[in-house]
């Protein structure tokens, strides 16, 4: 299968700023990324589904202007966490989905991100 | 809309003894179905995934799955599991490759725990 990188795999911030998470496909281009939410002991959430130099769609209830979502290549996309909150921490899953099949029928995960803001 | 149930929260079996993991899913056209697993704080793997043809599906590490579209199920099976396959199992339903790309909606998920 295709290989996607999620980084960083942890990260710890306090409260009132920033953390961006970066989420690459490393063999193939990846035209549509979408972005999850885990909660512990919870399924995954979508929060957004970005297409590649276009802006992201996010789900009902997804703040736009906190989870800044840039995806300006087809190998790149960042999830920024703007003036992040305790009730922000969780763990952040990014997938993405190429244009050439098999990979067009399939989206390929990265290890995640998990967020404790302190 | 479309939507995952998992019935099982939590599973407990011997290991070498067989496992089956429910799914039944909504959707209101020919799904794409996905099994994955997880390991604690980690990413998602893909066990298997069914996409057309064949409604038996082989999976890795010896998971296969079956679609029973009168029953609107997927479940997951395994003839003798062992203590490595302790994880959280998600099933998941996307619509394919139109309308945006293939938005997987998922299930709660099923804890398994696997005694020695």
């Known amino acids: 299968g295709a290989v996607v990188s999620q980084h960083p795999s942890r990260v710890i911030c306090k409260s009132g700023t920033s953390v961006k998470i970066e989420c690459r496909s490393l063999d193939f281009q990846a035209t549509t990324m979408f972005w999850y939410r885990q909660f512990p002991k919870q399924s995954l959430m979508l929060m957004a589904t970005?297409?590649?130099?276009?802006?992201?769609?996010?789900e009902q209830g997804v703040e736009k202007d906190k989870f800044l979502i840039n995806h300006a290549s087809l190998t790149l996309s960042t999830l920024t966490v703007t003036s992040a909150h305790p009730e922000d921490s969780s763990f952040y899953i990014c997938?993405?989905?190429?244009?050439?099949?098999?990979?067009?029928?399939?989206?390929?995960f990265g290890q995640g991100t998990r967020l404790t803001v302190v | 809309a479309q939507s995952v149930t998992q019935p099982d929260i939590h599973i407990t079996v011997s290991e070498g003894a067989s496992l089956e993991l429910r799914c039944n899913y909504s959707y209101g056209a020919t799904p794409y179905l996905f099994w994955y697993v997880q390991s604690p704080g980690q990413g998602l793997q893909l066990l298997l995934k069914y996409f057309s043809g064949d409604t038996l599906v082989q999976g890795i590490k010896g998971f296969e799955a079956e679609f029973k579209r009168s029953q609107s199920s997927f479940n997951l099976r395994k003839p003798s599991v062992h203590w490595s396959d302790a994880a959280e199992y998600f099933c998941?339903?996307?619509?394919?490759?139109?309308?945006?790309?293939?938005?997987?909606?998922f299930g709660t998920g099923t804890q398994l725990k696997v005694e020695l």
């Open positions: 970005s297409n590649e130099g276009s802006k992201a769609t996010y």
């Open positions: 997938s993405g989905q190429g244009v050439d099949l098999p990979r067009r029928t399939e989206a390929f």
């Open positions: 998941a339903v996307g619509g394919g490759v139109t309308g945006g790309g293939n938005k997987l909606t």
